[in-house]
């Protein structure tokens, strides 16, 4: 039998994992209201500013689909405690329109993050990112690191 706090976090894990498939892999940005608050803010340090609320999210997700039609987001590990869900996950697809400031590559993308949603009330209301930005420059030929060749 779980405890409630156990029940709790299992829900908050769904609610994200359920976030990550709809919005991000799908881009049913028509359901933000489903997961996300409407206070929500996203911190991500490849942005200038965070990413705040549905139309901020929605802007960001597009634009994502544009340059990488194919997106696939893949959880590996999640971790909940509390309000808060840490989500290991993959992210692969193909560089097909503008982005970064870059041209579209035609180059796949493969890389790695985490993130860390606080839930409250059932939806998402905050999110960190972490995750291998220079990577990604790197496999769109933005940029490479001496010696690495």
Known sequence: M????????AT???LVSDYIQTIWNEGAVDRLDEFIDPEFV????????????????RQAIEQYHTAFPDLVNTIRDQIAEGD???????????????????APTG????????????????????EWHS??????????????IPGAE
């Open 2 to 9: 779980e405890s409630p706090a156990s029940s709790g976090t």
């Open 12 to 14: 908050n894990k769904r």
């Open 42 to 57: 996203s911190y991500d340090p490849a942005d200038p500013e965070p990413i705040r609320g549905y139309d901020g999210l």
């Open 84 to 102: 808060l869900v840490a989500t290991r996950w993959t992210s692969t697809g193909t560089h097909q329109g503008p982005s970064f400031g870059l």
């Open 107 to 126: 180059n796949r993308r493969d890389v790695t993050g985490i993130q860390l949603n606080r839930v409250r009330d059932g939806l998402i209301v905050e």
């Open 131 to 144: 995750w291998d930005t220079l990577g990604l420059l790197r496999q769109l030929g933005a940029t490479r």
